[in-house]
């Protein structure tokens, strides 16, 4: 099969992390986390994140925004998100469901929130006819691919706790937004104020897991335990996860995996931005590419290899990388890209 671009979803398996899934199948272990592969892999997220970290092996993203952010709400409280979040777009009303509590969308370009565009939430319905924000959650990446810097994310905590809010990170693409800035996810989470972050695996090599980490003893403890366990993210063969994310924290195997894939998209933006015919419309950050490109040219450009459409309106498309796109995969694809928009195609 050639090479997709349409998500990081679509990647293989990286085979460091097939290896630490082998090397886990040896034999019987305790079951739900009682094993020695999570014991190691707890302490690889505190050698990263601090002594004081509680991270939660969990089996997907959704599970894991879900039942974090379970941890910091009480029913009637809210959390206050960009509009175009993972949690208030694409995760089917699943905290709502499962925590009784409301997302506040918030209205955003650029898919990032900023103390500005927060406040005026925060200074209507406080009687009990509302309900009460609480949480603030952002994806860092961003759902446009963009990054919060360290001094726009310290900014937005410090608004935060200054209200009484806590802030949590959907670090589904943590690594690629930290490989970005030559930096650790640490330094974009927990060192500036970070209450909560999901720690994503999936989209960065592994088969499945993630992880829920809760910081300074905010939300963990037997909360967590309790609500992972309603929540169904409880795995019985937890070694699978905790071995996958343990060896992801390995001698920087995250940073390989991200840096090449932000790389590659870096590759593909040199190319398409001299096709006459396609428009770059985001900044290009990480491993994600945004476009317009003629409604024909894009039907012929997926008959060959398949992509998001975006925003059907304007028409706008998604293109992303990840740790197994090679240069002749980015290469290929834009030649694809400048057949579609040929007058000759």
């Known amino acids: 099969m050639k090479r997709s671009f349409a998500s990081d979803n679509n990647a293989p398996v990286a085979p460091e992390i097939l290896d630490a899934l082998q090397r886990a199948n040896d034999g019987d272990a305790v079951g739900y986390g009682a094993d020695p592969w999570t014991a190691s892999a707890v302490r690889r997220f505190k050698e990263h994140f601090g002594d004081a970290t509680e991270p939660y092996f969990m089996l997907n993203g959704t599970g894991a925004n879900v039942v974090a952010l379970s941890c910091l709400l009480r029913p009637w409280e ?3 998100c960009p509009a175009t979040a993972h949690l208030q777009v694409d995760e089917c009303g699943a905290l709502e469901r499962f925590a009784g509590s409301k997302t506040i969308p918030v209205e955003s370009a650029d898919g ?5 565009s927060v406040e005026p939430h925060l200074r209507v319905g406080h009687e009990e006819h509302h309900p009460q924000p609480r949480v603030i959650s952002i994806s860092q990446a961003t759902e446009f691919g963009d990054v919060y810097d360290a001094a726009e994310l310290a900014a937005l905590c410090e608004f935060a706790h200054a209200r009484g809010l806590l802030v949590h990170v959907d670090g589904a693409r943590i690594a690629n937004a930290a490989a970005a800035f ?13 209450d909560a972050l999901t720690f994503g695996g999936t989209k960065n090599g592994l088969m499945f897991g993630e992880a829920m980490c809760f910081f300074n003893g905010c939300g963990g403890g037997q909360a967590a335990l309790f609500a992972r366990k309603q929540g169904m993210q409880l795995a019985s063969k937890m070694r699978y996860v905790a071995a996958q994310l343990e060896a992801l924290l390995t001698g920087n195997l ?12 870096q590759r593909l933006y040199e190319r398409v931005k001299r096709i006459d015919g396609i428009r770059v419309t985001r900044p290009v950050r990480c491993n994600a590419i945004f476009a317009t490109m003629d409604r024909r040219a894009i039907e012929r450009a997926q008959s060959e290899s398949f992509f998001y459409m975006f925003d059907e309106l304007l028409p706008e498309v998604r293109w992303m990388t990840h740790w197994a796109t090679q240069p002749e995969d980015v290469d290929a694809f834009a030649n694809c890209l400048e057949r579609a928009v040929s007058s000759r195609a």
């Open 112 to 116: 990032k929130l900023t103390p500005e």
């Open 182 to 194: 030559g930096t650790t996810p640490a330094a974009l989470t927990v060192d500036l104020g970070v």
């Open 254 to 265: 995250w940073l390989r995996y991200a840096e090449h894939a932000n790389a590659m998209t």
């Open 78 to 80: 809210a959390v206050l």
